[in-house]
């Protein structure tokens, strides 16, 4: 697999979706230009791993297919 630092989702997207949790939560706060792109790189990447974990499980299973229980295994393999 070839690593890349290229963002995979939108990045106004992802910024909008920043932008509306922060007012959820009734943060004020004014952010640097480059935090929404720190935020995106960080969420990508636990993303990803995530992901890759959940795909070994689902292989040591003998299953090619993830499924929602690949997620949540590794959610509480990894929360504990």
Do not use: M, W
Request: aromatic share 12%.
């Amino acid at each position: 697999q070839k690593h890349s630092s290229i963002l995979t989702l939108r990045h106004r997207t992802f910024v909008r979706l920043i932008i509306e949790v922060l007012q959820e939560i009734e943060f004020d706060i004014l952010l640097s230009k480059y935090v929404p792109y720190v935020f995106q790189f960080i969420t990508e990447a636990y993303i990803i791993e995530v992901s890759r974990k959940a795909n070994l499980l689902a292989l040591f299973s003998g299953r090619g297919t993830l499924s929602s229980k690949d997620f949540e295994a590794v959610n509480t393999v990894c929360s504990n």
